[in-house]
């Protein structure tokens, strides 16, 4: 060829490459420079750049040619240079669909689902690069790609720029009018090129490790690692990849770490090119996985996360952890951290001498992570709780002397039990101080006795003597996983029990059961649950909950865990009892969430939550709040009940960034109101929740 058809060569593909692209001509509609992005069109690309702060760029390069890698490039730019991160690289997506069980009375509630078990599908979701769409919301710049398809599944790649940092969130959102699915799924980047030189990864001890990038044909190896974190290094910078840290852990009985993360060549055998991301366990635990939910005709977003840096050595791990902070429960002054129900079954390991270390995995793991408070729900699957004596008094014997010896410094071990009797489905329950006490109780036997060894004992023989009980030693019950597992229709069934309407029934707890990725917040099961309540003209108040077995320090604790901050000034010792513990549930002074945001204060009118407010003529009030966040905030809302319905009013909070505290304040209207509340959530599904201010 000589080099007059050389040129008439190249002028022909850059013609056919105009072409192409002006079929696909970007959608700008929604689109504005005045938050500091900026978009143009070169050959074939859409190149759209965001502010990651005030000295730097991020860059990136749409192609939109059939042809080629959707990601041509991914730059950071700053006053030292340009670094180009990684270049010709495909976002990944790997849905697996499975069936629903929706036979049983919990429907979509189910948690006792084994979708791994029954016949599934796994779909390498396809782009057909038909339109692309990039639009400004607040400081986030959001780019629309169509169409994907993964079986009877279909939908848009949607990337996400946060403005004010280099934090990107790619997802495949998708859905599907078949009833009854059940999905997880894996994700990443991939690419034919060599786009890395270098692996980076935390071990489970925290421990920095990497490998080569080298393609081969040996399969994609999966990792178990902390942090939840892939780290691909080329010759400029770095790239992480993460998941949303909670919302992508759907409910299983045991955190253990299923290695979440991957890398290499072919994964599954389903993937060309090398690749790095998130993956989903399909057996989960092996025992009851019951998937994401899927609806038909919902939304279901497929996402992770992207971080760039131009840094190397996977330092940009710090900045990922950072999001977590560092996978711990952030102090916060005039607040002590709780954790609730936790079935490690220590005490039976002790029982059946069982070669145990003199400081317990689920202890090291907790008090690492800043739980100040850890509550037991021992002798779930283990000892002898229908005993009548002989072996429980025992038992309860070892729990509360084991749990004063592990009661140190900043960390109450309180005991406790899911004892399930008397009332109606699953509950939980917490004395002020050790109690003994026998769940049943035969014709002839007195309700309370003193003994020689254990001091006063109770038999409780039905569900007026167990409130008896709780009402003499000042305990408090709440429903445990309410309307869903064994307390499926609970406490709906005996909302108008004389124990249920009594204040030491203080409400239920709080779990991401079910999971699902259409919407943009988790556990609404039980959030809707408090409004009921709320309405139903009962102060209870809802707490969270982990209900979780076995634990470890090397498990991924973090992201089925939740927490609640509870209003105290100081940790009571464990000899002292812990009589300050119950009155901050009792009242509702405390907060509960997942941990990114923490929220110092909050009031109407100047009363905080659990307190009691005396509505003005005209109905005006106040909402103020201080939030303290990590990822960028996507809403608050102010949620309201007038004994029949309730309210919501949702304030977008898309012009906020990373890492920020600030205080907010609302004007609303309680006329006719009979409580209020307020939940916070951001743009990775973790959020924080108040207890109801009550209106009179």
Known sequence: MNSSDKIFLSFLLLLSSHITFSQTKVNLKDFSSENGASVTEQYGNVIISWPTDLEEKGTLQIDMRKENPLISSIELENAKGVYPIAQNVDPLFLLTVGQRDLSKESGWNIFFDRTAYNPYEAFKVNLEKETITVKSQGKRTIIQINSLKAGNFEGALEITLYHGSSLMNMAAVMSTDED???????????????????IFWSDTDGYLQSSMATQTDSPAENLAVKYRTIIGEGKAGSLAIFPPPHQYFYPLDNAYNLKYVWH????????????????????????HVPWFNAPPNTLQ?????????DSKDGQILQDVKAYTHDDQYKPLSGYRTMASHFHTEHMDDILTNKPLPDVPGHVKALRSMGVNIMHLGEYHLAGNPGDTGPRRLPELDLMFKESARLSKG???????????????????????????????????????????????VYRVGNKEEM???????????????????????????????????SDRFNGAAWKVIPADLSIPNMGRRVLGLMDDMANWGERKYVIAEADLFKLEPDYEIYGPMNINYLQMDKL???EDGWQSVLDAMQTGK??????????????????????TLKMESGGKAEVKVTVDWTFPLNYIEI?????????REKIDLSNTESFKTQNFQFPINIKGKKWVRLEVWDVAANGAFTQPVWIE
């Not at 290499?264 to 025992?287: F, H, K, P, S, T």
């Not at 009031?603 to 307190?611: A, F, L, Q």
């Open 467 to 501: 409130l008896q009980l709780l009402e003499a030693e000042k305990g408090l019950a709440w429903i445990a996983h309410a309307r869903t597992k064994g307390s499926t229709g609970f406490p709906d069934k005996y909302k108008e029990e004389a124990f249920f309407k």
């Open 639 to 647: 949620i309201s009940g007038d004994g029949e319905s309730v309210s």
């Open 180 to 198: 009854a699915k059940a999905i997880i799924y894996d994700a990443g980047l991939v690419s034919d090129s060599n786009v890395w030189d270098e």
């Open 301 to 309: 977003r497929l996402n992770f996360f992207v971080l760039l840096s």
């Open 410 to 456: 900043d960390f109450l071990m309180i005991p406790g039990e899911e004892p399930n009797v008397h009332f109606g489905g699953h509950w939980m329950n917490m004395f002020p101080k050790p109690v003994y006490w026998i769940m049943s109780r035969k014709e002839g036997q007195p309700f309370v006795e003193e003994t020689e060894k254990y001091g006063k």
């Open 264 to 287: 290499g060549e072919a994964n599954r055998e389903m993937v060309d090119g090398y690749g790095i991301g998130i993956r989903q366990d399909l057996m989960g635990d092996n025992r």
């Open 590 to 611: 405390f907060f509960s969430g997942t941990g990114e945001i923490l929220l110092p204060s909050f009031s109407v009118n100047g009363k905080g939550s659990g307190e």
């Open 572 to 574: 009571p010792k464990f």
